[in-house]
């Protein structure tokens, strides 16, 4: 063990000594917050904009004020199909006999107006009609024969930032255990190869096994540092956005200290994996540039996996799913995050999912660094 620490520390000092780690963990810190509050502005800007209403005609008794309380502008025009293409986001023409509505489907505003004009008439309808039957003596009760009573479970503000962490925690865990050690692990091999240092490190009395533990480690602690201080920073810059739940208070976006552990610890795995395959692709490489070109596949492999809570957020595995490596910890961690619990079976298979596929990169490295054929090839 001692040839590992040794072989450890030195890795991990060239790894600290080397800008172009510590300049993508540093941009990774600061983007991720960056990126988050700029997409909490747009989505606090959409839910609270006020959008333009062009119409012609005379608006019904009581229609103008729910109008104006649900952030729609009202703006007479000549003629509302015209106006609706570009002047206005909506367009109705009030006649005796309805309301014609006009909008363009491709503007994503005339889609958000269009809900919110649907919902307001809906309502209206509804209580004119329920005025008229309580004119003539008759229950408006009657309208409503099975009136549902709705009983969240949970905290609905608190629902909504779970659904938000679920959708970016994940994909960020992957991505960043994978760059944020991916120029160190290449640097540590084909680096080393193009240094000229490589051979050197070889000849030595320390066994290649114990020489190869020595790197991974090195790697798996700054690719873990990576993700850990990406997601931290964005858990940070989180927790300065409150959301308010229509009982005049706020609540922030946080973590749980269950989701927490098990994020670090599916962090450790996928870091240990992706440290021993990067270096065993820059193994392959006979330079830095060529080490980047081999692990650039990695990219697509990683993103697929974890984008798939993006666009199926209610996908609901079987056991076989978590098998899969890559998938099952996006699926564990989501789970975490949305239900505050574990599925120790899920959780079980994972993690031996993990370090079966650590393992076996792991051999897969070993066996590079036993070829004599590293010691001659340039």
Known sequence: MRDVFIVFRKEL?????????????????????????????VSVKTATQTYTIGYSGQIPAGLEVLFTATGLKLERVDDPAAAAKRQVDIGLAFSASGIDEYYDPTRQSAQIADIRVQTILGRYDAAKIAATLQEKGVDPSILDPLPVRSHPLSSPTQAASNAFLSFFLPYILITMSLTGGLSAALDSSAGERERKTLESLLLTPAPRGQLLIGKILAVSTISLLAAVASIGSMLVALS?????????????????????????????LLAASFSSVTIALGTLARNFRQGQAYATPLYFITIFPASIVLFIPDFNPGVAYYLIPILNAVLVLRDAIVHNSIEWTALAVTSVSLILTGALCFYAALRLFTREALLVRS
Request: charged share 10%.
């Open 240 to 268: 300065q956005i409150s959301f308010g739940n229509g009982g005049g208070q706020n609540e922030h976006v946080a973590l749980s200290p269950l989701a927490a552990t098990v994020m670090l610890w599916l962090a450790v």
């Open 13 to 41: 000092r060239e790894i600290l000594r080397d800008r172009r780690t510590l300049t993508a963990i540093a941009l990774a810190v600061i983007a991720t917050p960056t990126i988050l509050f700029v997409i909490s502005q």
